[in-house]
């Protein structure tokens, strides 16, 4: 939509960011509901620590929006790594989700600095280096 046909943008922009912003406390208090077994359950069932599940809820869905970018300022296709090694693809959301160093990486990302400067603050860092680019480049 453009900004044409959106009389009060930075209104609705805001009005966006609460909406989304409401929606996530409701979702963690869903999650605060169930008792602490079948939330070691889900854990385990999707094959990560209570501790990391109850952190990656806080976090909110956008919490690894940064990996796909980081891909492909690598040249690696995140949709292709997801086909060759899922598995691993799904750790390194999981790791860039729980990323202390946001900042650095959103600003090396915009300014097209990452690859230089990723080996510095990323804990992706020796998964990235170590993937055989041929398996999974962009094409």
């Not at 989304?20 to 602490?36: T, V």
């Not at 790791?95 to 300014?111: E, F, G, P, Y």
Request: hydrophobic share 35%; aromatic share 6%.
């Amino acid at each position: 939509m453009s900004t044409a046909s959106r009389p009060y943008p930075l209104v609705q922009d805001l009005i966006e960011s609460f909406a989304g912003w409401l929606k996530h406390r409701r979702e963690l208090s869903e999650i605060r509901q169930l008792d602490r077994f079948d939330f070691d359950r889900i854990a385990n069932d999707l094959r990560i620590a209570p501790d990391d599940l109850e952190e990656l809820v806080r976090h909110g869905k956008h919490s690894a929006d940064e990996l796909p970018k980081m891909l492909e300022q690598l040249g690696i296709s995140a949709e292709r790594l997801g086909q060759v090694q899922p598995l691993l693809l799904r750790d390194m959301e999981r790791v860039c989700s729980l990323c202390q160093h946001k900042a650095q990486c959103d600003r090396d990302l915009a300014d097209g600095t990452a690859p230089e400067n990723y080996h510095g603050y990323c804990g992706n860092a020796a998964t990235l280096e170590s993937l055989d680019r041929a398996d999974v480049a962009q094409h």
